[in-house]
């Protein structure tokens, strides 16, 4: 079955500072993988989308990469602010279709003055 | 706010009760989804409609869980006999497939909080 890897521990860094988190997967390369938000006691939020034929994709301040050989996305926060303090998950698509999800544990980043 | 709602937000119960929580999707969205998380772990799948077709279970929902979508628009998950390992978050999410789509973000809601006495 397909596994998700997220850096377990925290991400400190300093305000300005580029943050870049790791998703690592195992199995099957999924056609999309996708990236969201977190913050304590509420609902993940949708950052961004990267499909398999896709190296790249941006959005403001937010980059992100898919290596389907590595098997592995990078998630890159330029400029952190203390507000992008929050979890952040990956998912990937599963073979089944309907858009099910299968989410990573996450990481939990917080960006300091 | 024409989000995703679930209500209600956070619920205490004792193990043997029953619990109901609902779900209102995005008007518009056809597609609607259960998740679990619990704390640490990311939200893993427990079921999926389709309009009002429940198309798919995860074996995580064993037979106390029933969910339903009646007329295709809020939804209700069911937990009978609660247990203590059923306390975790249980979030609804909705999305709109069709028009060539065959990928799409979900939307999530605030999520309901269950803890099991």
């Known amino acids: 079955s397909q596994k998700i890897e997220q850096n377990s521990e925290a991400l400190n860094i300093q305000e300005g500072k580029t943050a870049t988190l790791t998703c690592n997967y195992t199995?099957?390369?999924?056609?999309?993988l996708q990236w969201y938000r977190q913050d304590p006691g509420r609902g993940p939020v949708f950052l961004l989308l990267?499909?398999?034929?896709?190296k790249e994709k941006r959005k403001e301040r937010l980059k992100v990469t898919f290596d389907t050989t590595l098997k592995q996305s990078l998630f890159h926060i330029t400029a952190s602010q203390p507000a992008d303090s929050a979890t952040y998950l990956c998912a990937l698509d599963h073979p089944g279709g309907y858009n099910k999800l299968i989410f990573g544990a996450g990481t939990r980043l917080a960006v300091h003055p | 706010d024409t989000g995703v709602s679930q209500d209600p937000r956070h619920k205490i119960t004792k193990r043997g009760q029953n619990v109901t929580f609902r779900c209102d999707p995005i008007s518009e969205h056809n597609r609607l989804y259960w998740y679990r998380q619990t704390l640490g772990q990311g939200p893993e799948f427990l079921t999926y409609?389709?309009?009002?077709?429940?198309?798919?279970k995860s074996r995580l929902l064993s037979d106390r869980f029933s969910a339903e979508r009646p007329k295709g628009s809020f939804s209700t998950l069911e937990i009978q006999r609660t247990e203590q390992g059923d306390s975790a978050m249980y979030l609804c999410?909705?999305?709109?497939?069709?028009?060539?789509?065959?990928?799409?973000?979900?939307?999530f809601g605030p999520g309901t909080r269950l803890t099991v006495l």
């Open positions: 199995n099957y390369s999924p056609a999309y």
């Open positions: 409609f389709q309009n009002e077709a429940q198309l798919e």
């Open positions: 999410a909705s999305s709109l497939a069709g028009g060539g789509r065959s990928y799409n973000e979900q939307f």
């Open positions: 990267i499909r398999e034929n896709e």
